[in-house]
């Protein structure tokens, strides 16, 4: 695909990213303000779920707002717009990852797994996004990132998933 075709396929994905950056942008700072009012529950030796869920969460809308803020820039090459993409990737994976800890310290086995569906969805999209960079990065062909929708989607719901994990069970006592 030639520069100039490409171009034209990331800018008519120009409004869909506008709108992911400024949606995760304002999630954003919501979750700050949701952990900010519930940090007493969130440092709570007993709950590390909650803060592995905000983690997640966190995680998720920064993933999610650095996607729609790279595919806002203007004549990026297909190359370097891989290697942002397999850095992503790479971090998310990695971040995720890191999550498994303190899900197998969770308190029950149906704890153990709403919190490992989770981290699961953001791991798919970590290698969906892997994936599209590879595809970028050998081809530069754009039609690969169609595929960053899902992506994107999987970031966002996921992210508020966890949100509202977090405000519930910020909400509960330890012992309910």
Do not use: C, K
Request: hydrophobic residues 60%.
């Amino acid at each position: 695909m030639s520069p100039v075709d490409f171009d034209a396929s990331v800018l008519a994905w120009h409004d869909f990213y506008l709108a992911v950056a400024g949606a995760s942008a304002a999630l954003l700072g919501l979750l700050f303000v949701g952990v900010s009012i519930n940090l007493a529950e969130m440092a709570a030796a007993e709950r590390p779920g909650l803060r592995a869920s905000a983690s997640q969460a966190f995680a998720n809308l920064v993933n999610a707002l650095a996607l729609g803020l790279l595919m806002l820039v203007p004549n990026f090459d297909a190359p370097t717009m891989a290697a942002f993409f397999a850095a992503i990737a790479a971090l998310s994976l990695v971040r995720s990852l890191q999550h498994l800890v303190p899900v197998a310290r969770a308190g029950s086995r149906p704890e153990r797994l709403r919190l490992l569906r989770r981290i699961g969805w953001p791991i798919a999209a970590s290698l969906i996004l892997g994936y599209v960079a590879t595809v970028l990065w050998r081809t530069a062909d754009a039609r690969a990132l169609s595929l960053l929708v899902g992506v994107v989607l999987v970031l966002m719901i996921g992210a508020a998933q966890s949100s509202w994990d977090i405000l519930v069970t910020a909400s509960r006592q330890p012992g309910d």
